[in-house]
């Protein structure tokens, strides 16, 4: 499974940004969704979650703010994110949670987009 990312760049504290991430493949079922984030010089941490039954969980930092949705047709997960803070700023990671014949179910990672907000 190969996860590409994209939609990250400069905004100003209080604007959006739309994070886009498509999976693709051969013989792979996705289950959970995923965004994390690492800010500089720290931890990646769950952003929001969502799983194949289109259930939710937030980051408290975030809730309220950011929206994940999916299309499931398309294998893609997005991640709305409004009224920014410049302590959004960090590189925002997909994560996807899949199966496939030769790896059975397993994490997997995109390569991640740099989103900064300033001031």
């Known amino acids: 499974v190969q996860l590409q990312a994209s939609g990250g760049g400069l905004a100003q504290a209080g604007e959006s940004l739309r994070l886009s991430c498509g999976a693709s493949g051969r013989g792979f079922t996705i289950n959970a969704m995923n965004w994390y984030r690492q800010p500089p010089g720290g931890q990646r941490d769950l952003v929001a979650g969502i799983g194949s039954g289109g259930r939710t969980n937030y980051a408290e930092s975030v809730q309220g703010r950011f929206t994940i949705s999916r299309d499931n047709a398309e294998n893609t997960v997005y991640l709305q994110m409004n009224s920014l803070k410049p302590e959004d700023t960090a590189v925002y990671f997909c994560?996807?949670?899949?199966?496939?014949?030769?790896?059975?179910?397993?994490?997997?990672w995109g390569q991640g987009t740099l989103v900064t907000v300033s001031s």
């Open positions: 994560n996807v949670f899949a199966f496939s014949p030769s790896t059975r179910w397993r994490h997997y």
